[in-house]
T-cell receptor
Framework: DSGVTQTPKHLITATGQRVTLRCSPR?????VYWYQQSLDQGLQFLIQ???????AKGNILERFSAQQFPDLHSELNLSSLELGDSALYFC?????????????FGNGTRLTVT | TQLLEQSPQFLSIQEGENLTVYCNSS?????LQWYRQEPGEGPVLLVT?????EVKKLKRLTFQFGDARKDSSLHITAAQPGDTGLYLC???????????FGTGTSLTVIP
């Protein structure tokens, strides 16, 4: 058990809809990362937060947004969903968000857009 | 375009065989990590290497960071069915906080 909790585990929704994925980091970790994993793209970095502030941005679409709250949990909002957004979405946390601080991953949310 | 390329992409071997997985890049990294991911779960950290030429051992797994810190290898001795999974390397630079994940190697060890 990594200590990182993601909900829900599975999500099935229709194109055009909006969903929110939630992540609670490991106790003591201040930084949260979001990744998208699909069969053809591998594990793609979306965005990173540290102690409530955005720290780094990757290949995140404009239709996607995220935030980290004062209690350090994070939410990833996906809107105007398309079929191609179907993927596994992982949250990871680390102690200080630095390059030498390992990532601890949750078990992901599997999103299916129909 | 992936910053880190792994080879082979797929590997299927018999129990007891040895294998090596490679992680290559043209970029220099300040740290490199190896993760194993099993179906339905998130990646789990195996090791972190930070010094060029560094070698770390974890039971039957040996990890090496290239001298120039651009590449790494994972060697498994006497593979077991429990080693089956997706192996991912991830590099990070001290100029940023992003971890760049490799393309992954899917290993199947047949009993």
């Amino acid at each position: 058990d990594s200590g990182v909790t993601q909900t829900p585990k599975h999500l099935i929704t229709a194109t055009g809809q909006r969903v929110t994925l939630r992540c609670s980091p490991r106790s003591g970790d201040l930084s949260v990362y979001w990744y998208q994993q699909s069969l053809d793209q591998g594990l793609q970095f979306l965005i990173q937060y540290y102690n409530g502030e955005e720290r780094a941005k990757g290949n995140i679409l404009e239709r996607f947004s995220a935030q980290q709250f004062p209690d350090l949990h994070s939410e990833l909002n996906l809107s105007s969903l398309e079929l191609g957004d179907s993927a596994l979405y992982f949250c990871a946390s680390s102690v200080n968000g630095r390059y030498n601080s390992p990532l601890h991953f949750g078990n992901g949310t599997r999103l299916t857009v129909t | 375009t992936q910053l880190l390329e792994q080879s082979p992409q797929f590997l299927s071997i018999q129990e007891g065989e040895n294998l090596t997985v490679y992680c290559n890049s043209s970029s220099v990294f300040s740290s490199l990590q190896w993760y194993r991911q099993e179906p339905g779960e998130g990646p789990v950290l195996l090791v972190t290497v930070v010094t060029g030429g560094e070698v770390k051992k974890l039971k039957r797994l040996t990890f090496q960071f290239g001298d120039a810190r651009k590449d790494s290898s994972l060697h498994i001795t006497a593979a077991q069915p429990g080693d089956t999974g997706l192996y991912l390397c991830a590099g990070a630079k001290n100029t940023g906080n992003q971890f760049y994940f490799g393309t992954g190697t899917s290993l199947t060890v047949i009993p």
